[in-house]
């Protein structure tokens, strides 16, 4: 008997707010992600380059170091180089730090302007997964 084992999907979500982080966190679990968080970008860089998940949402201003600086970190590396990289912020893209348009990000949110659930079709339509 041949049995086929389908690999999740993995998402890190490197978010500061704890409750924003977990309520991420169920949603993509939901939605069948395997999912890993970070409560700041040092941890973040180092989850990432534990796990090579398949994208990340990112936040920007975090403690001990913002998501800007994470993800130029992530992005020195072979394999971060090309990961996709979803901002997730409640800054306006113009308040966003310049450089993130030389380190190539995938899209950019507002946290307030989506809801959990469309966040993770944006994710899903980044991957091209289908529902």
Do not use: C
């Amino acid at each position: 008997m041949l049995v086929i084992i389908e690999e999740m999907t993995k998402i890190a979500i490197i978010e500061d707010d704890q409750v924003i982080n977990q309520m991420y966190r169920m949603k993509f679990e939901a939605a069948k992600f395997d999912v890993s968080t970070a409560s700041d970008g040092e941890a973040g860089v180092s989850m990432v380059q534990k796990t090579k998940p398949d994208i990340i949402l990112l936040d920007l201003q975090m403690p001990r170091m913002g998501g800007a600086e994470a993800l130029e970190i992530i992005r020195a590396s072979d394999w971060g180089a090309t990961i996709p990289v979803i901002i997730l912020t409640n800054l306006g893209e113009e308040e966003a730090p310049k450089s993130l348009r030389q380190l190539g990000i995938h899209s950019y949110i507002v946290k307030a302007e989506l809801t959990p659930s469309q966040v993770v079709t944006r994710v899903k339509e980044a991957l091209d997964l289908k529902d």
